[in-house]
Structure formats: C-alpha cells, structure tokens
C-alpha cells in the first residue's frame, strides 16, 4: 500500500512500479498519475497493516492524531 504514496511526491508524472507479491511471489505492475492507478492483474488485492476496522469506528485515526 505504501508504494501508493509515491504518486504524490510526482504530480502529473505517470509512475510505474514493477515488484513481486510478498504472499505468492507473483510479478505485480502497477500504473498510476495523480489519482489515475491501473493494475495489471485484476486479481490483485492490497494489505494494510492497519486496524482498518477500527479506523471506521474512530478508535483509532490516521496518524494517531
């Protein structure tokens, strides 16, 4: 998820990642600019260290704050 971040640090520049899934190993290339992001397998899914759930309750927020 945090590869994500990356589009910001670039506005209007079209980024490519190409890596490697951490569960499967399977090869993953990710296309994005601004909030445009395409994927190249539609069964790719993400995972977020994060108690997500938790953040809809508002126990928690993002950044701590």
Not at 2 to 31: F, K, N, Q
Not at 34 to 49: A, F, I, P, R, Y
């Amino acid at each position: 998820m945090e590869v994500l971040a990356v589009r910001w640090l670039y506005p209007g520049t079209e980024i490519r990642v190409d890596t490697r899934c951490l569960d499967c190993g399977e090869p993953i290339s990710i296309r994005m600019r601004d909030e445009e992001l395409e994927v190249d397998q539609k069964s790719t899914v993400g995972h977020m260290n994060y108690p997500f759930a938790k953040a809809l309750t508002g126990e928690v927020t993002w950044g701590g704050a």
